[in-house]
């Protein structure tokens, strides 16, 4: 369970930068004006595993680093990764601190009317994941269970819009404490990303199982409003990415799954 206890430090630290955002107006940005300057500055996580972690040299790394580390070789500029949180994403794209997000962003109605984003490079699908000898194999069957998620979670959202009257959906802080709960015993079943089941079956295999999908959910990269221009680069970048195999081979080594289907279709 390391890998969820690290994203500690990084959130305390982290939310120290958010208070020096600034607060100037959004700009569209070019592919010409970041290669002009030679560099650019992408903000990402490093308190999500294992799209966004920092790694024993203390630098951002996973998933998302190598995707922005490839399209800045694209580009032909070097590459800050500038670490993001959650909450500071957004702000930070729009107040120009940094050029774009390969954050993790996923992409939503609400967040589109805030920063134009890319076709997806990555994406994550929402399962209810628990005890294999509990049958917990439709929505209907939820009732009478213990059911956790993390509050205020895509998860949260999806079981609790399923849920039937009778099923007792307890809800904690984050993903780690909901996965705690179900390791010791104290609900049934989580609702859980790909990405966390993936680790629990590492950590407790064949204790658990997948019992249905709840729903898909794809991640963009993030331009300001506007940059036409710059959001075209990245397309053509993705679909290079994909086309050659190297973005599946991302996929690969972080996550050790193909690229989901969805992405590519």
Known sequence: MNFMKKTTAAILGLSLLAATAST???????????????SVNIGMLVDFPPFGIMNENNEPDGYDADV?????????????????TGPNRIPYLVSNQVDL?????????????????SDPYAGISISLYGQVDVDLSSAE??????????????????????APEGANIQRFDDD??????????????????????????KIAPERFEEKF?????????????GSDALL??????????????????????????????FLTK
């Open 101 to 117: 997000l390969v954050a993790s962003l996923g992409v939503t109605p609400e967040r589109a009317e805030k920063v134009d984003f």
């Open 141 to 162: 069957k939820l009732a009478g269970h213990n059911i956790g998620v993390a509050r205020a979670s895509t998860q949260d959202v999806s079981i609790t819009k399923i």
């Open 24 to 38: 100037d107006k959004a700009s569209a940005e070019t592919p010409e004006e970041i290669k002009k300057r030679g």
């Open 232 to 261: 075209e680069h990245i397309n053509a970048f993705l679909a290079k990415q994909k086309d050659s195999g190297a973005l599946n081979a991302i996929h690969e080594k972080w996550l050790g799954s193909p690229l989901p289907d």
């Open 68 to 84: 922005a580390r490839a399209l800045a070789e694209d580009l032909g500029v070097k590459v800050n990764l500038v670490p993001v």
């Open 176 to 201: 780690a404490s909901a996965v705690q709960a179900l390791l010791s015993g104290q609900v049934e079943a989580i609702g859980a990303s790909n990405t966390v089941i993936a680790e629990l079956e």
């Open 213 to 225: 999908e709840l729903r898909q959910q794809v991640q963009g990269i993030a331009v300001r409003p």
